[in-house]
């Protein structure tokens, strides 16, 4: 009955991961649904081939799913586009290895997994640290499982693994996704496309824009930048900033209108994030706004940056 359960979890954490990709257009959320499609299928059909080819499934969309999520949520790590290709060491190793050398196999598999779990704890994220550290927990256990395929206690302890991780990968996607509409209003003055900095911004920008600013208004497409629990958006939360940003462009777009977005609070982001990850930030908006002809306008002035800070984000500006 318990493997039951478990199963019919998984499928459901299948199902949410993927109704979430269809909401947000995010492809790491369509890794993890299938990982955990692979994963539910032993549960209705215990066998240990079963177990073994869903293993091996997972592994390989686990490693994509990881590396994806961290160029999504902006903290990739050295050579994220190369150690793609290690996702097919799980496959590799179910193809030569099972089931004549079926421990080897086992360890195959475990340690990719271990290794993707490793990738996400290094990308200093505290919520894919999370996931990584789960990835290896749950990765430790299936190497023994390999073993004891029919202990039930291993069993057990492996799927409220899976559960647990299950859980946190859903809650991270949701807590930096944004799900919800827009109010489309041209912005008749002229911009370049690209990012621009301006001390101040003119009433009829504001009120076509999407801002994110300090400062609180109860306006369509005016977002607060807050520390405040459950209160419009964290300033740690670029990558929900960066998801909001980029569905806006892609919703003006549908509509034939140029997107602006108004970013007032460079000096409090970069304060509570540290210049790097806002540059990095930065970049990637930089990059969208040129693919959806928008324009970024940065409010305020680089007086509180470095000299080679304030060189690094003039290369962005217009």
């Known amino acids: 009955m318990i493997e039951l359960v478990f199963g019919v979890a998984f499928l459901v954490s299948y199902v949410l991961l993927f109704y979430n990709y269809h909401l947000t257009g995010r492809k790491a959320l369509a890794y993890y649904a299938l990982a955990w ?29 990881n590396i994806r999520t961290s160029e999504e949520l902006l903290c990739p790590i050295r050579y994220s586009k190369e150690l793609r290709y290690f996702s097919v060491i799980p496959i590799a190793g179910l193809l030569f290895l099972f089931p004549e050398h079926s421990a080897a196999s086992s360890a195959v598999l475990s340690v990719s997994i271990i290794l993707a779990g490793i990738y996400l704890l290094l990308t200093g994220n505290s919520d894919l640290r999370l996931m990584g550290f789960l990835e290896v927990l749950f990765a430790v256990v ?48 002229e911009l370049k496309p690209g990012i621009v900095m301006f001390s101040s911004v003119p009433e009829d920008i504001l009120e076509g824009a999407l801002v994110f600013s300090r400062e609180k208004k109860d306006v ?35 509509h034939g209108k140029r997107p602006v977005i108004v970013i007032d609070g460079l000096e409090y982001l970069t304060l509570q994030n540290g210049f790097p990850a806002v540059i990095k930030f930065l970049t990637t908006l930089g990059d969208y706004a040129l693919i959806h002809n928008a324009t970024v306008i940065i409010v305020g002035d680089d007086s509180f940056l470095d000299e080679r800070e304030r060189n690094l984000l003039h290369r962005l500006l217009n």
Request: hydrophobic share 50%.
């Open 37 to 65: 499609f692979g994963l539910s299928v032993h549960f209705f059909v215990p066998r240990e081939s079963v177990y073994v080819v869903g293993l091996a499934v997972f592994a390989f969309f686990v490693w994509l799913g």
């Open 142 to 189: 299936s190497f023994f499982r390999g073993y004891y395929f029919s202990n039930p206690y291993i069993s057990s302890i492996e799927a409220l693994f899976a559960f647990a991780l299950a859980y946190v990968s859903i809650k991270t996607f949701l807590d930096s996704s944004f799900i919800g509409e827009f109010e489309m209003v041209e912005v008749r003055t």
């Open 220 to 254: 369509s497409n005016w977002f607060w930048i807050t520390t405040v629990a459950g209160e419009g958006i964290s300033p740690t939360n670029l990558s929900k900033m960066l998801d909001i940003a980029i569905r806006f462009m892609e919703k003006a777009k549908e």
